[in-house]
């Protein structure tokens, strides 16, 4: 069956731009999470939906960080105004609602801010 | 408030023999834990889950771990390391808050 996608898969951008990274979760899955993993460093939680809305969005690093899910599906994170520090691989996974649910990830986005 | 500590940042064993990656973690909550591998450029992929039941987990791989609540960790042990196992491993605390915190990840190496 289809697994979490994201796209791109890639992505290369100028300093100051605002990138756009999609995520589609698997189906009938509830929970949807980012991750950004920079590297040489561990994994770091950005946000959290259950459904459409972000019961904890503590883990969004600045204000320039922002993201959407819409009709409990497919989600979006927008970086606007990139910097160099922006540069990692993120990563969204899905799971069935539930804390003892099983995350399944998507392949990543990676990043790169010149 | 949650947190995880992996104790290794790298484990180098020879293939044959055992496997140890140390998990230690802290929560304000009855927790669910869990350990992740990412092999190169794939994704991650869980290995085994932690939920209340038997402390003793059995995973994929002929991985387990055990929950200690006295010791608060949750060690991921191999009896026989295999070249294949060379990767990364990530253990994560989970409450039900949803949100969960990821260890800095441990880099196993297998030597022949």
């Known amino acids: 069956g289809a697994g979490v996608s994201q796209s791109p898969s890639n992505k290369v951008t100028e300093k100051g731009k605002d990138v756009e990274l999609r995520c589609d979760p698997i189906?009938?899955?509830?929970?949807l999470y980012w991750y950004r993993q920079s590297l040489g460093q561990g994994l770091e939680f950005l946000i959290y939906?259950?459904?459409?809305?972000?019961?904890?969005k503590s883990g969004l690093p600045s204000d320039r960080f922002s993201a959407e899910r819409t009709g409990g599906s497919v989600s979006t994170l927008t970086i606007q105004r990139t910097q160099q520090e922006d540069s990692a691989v993120y990563l969204c996974?899905?799971?069935?609602?539930?804390?003892?649910?099983?995350?399944?990830f998507g392949p990543g986005t990676r990043l790169t801010v010149l | 408030a949650q947190s995880v500590t992996q104790l290794d940042s790298h484990v180098s064993v020879s293939e044959g023999t055992p496997v140890l990656l140390r998990c230690n973690y802290s929560s304000s909550y009855s927790p669910s834990l869990f350990w992740y591998v990412q092999h190169p450029n794939k994704g991650l992929q869980l290995l085994l889950k932690y939920t209340s039941a038997a402390t003793l987990v059995k995973g994929i791989n002929g991985f387990e771990a055990e929950f200690k609540k006295s010791e608060t960790s949750f060690h991921l042990t191999k009896p026989s390391a295999h070249m294949s196992d060379a990767a990364e491993y990530f253990c994560?605390?989970?409450?039900?808050?949803?949100?969960?915190?990821f260890g800095d990840g441990t880099t196993l190496t297998v030597k022949p």
């Open positions: 996974a899905s799971s069935l609602e539930g804390m003892v649910d099983t995350q399944y």
């Open positions: 994560v605390v989970k409450t039900n808050a949803g949100k969960s915190t």
């Open positions: 189906s009938g899955h509830t929970a």
């Open positions: 939906f259950q459904g459409n809305s972000a019961p904890d």
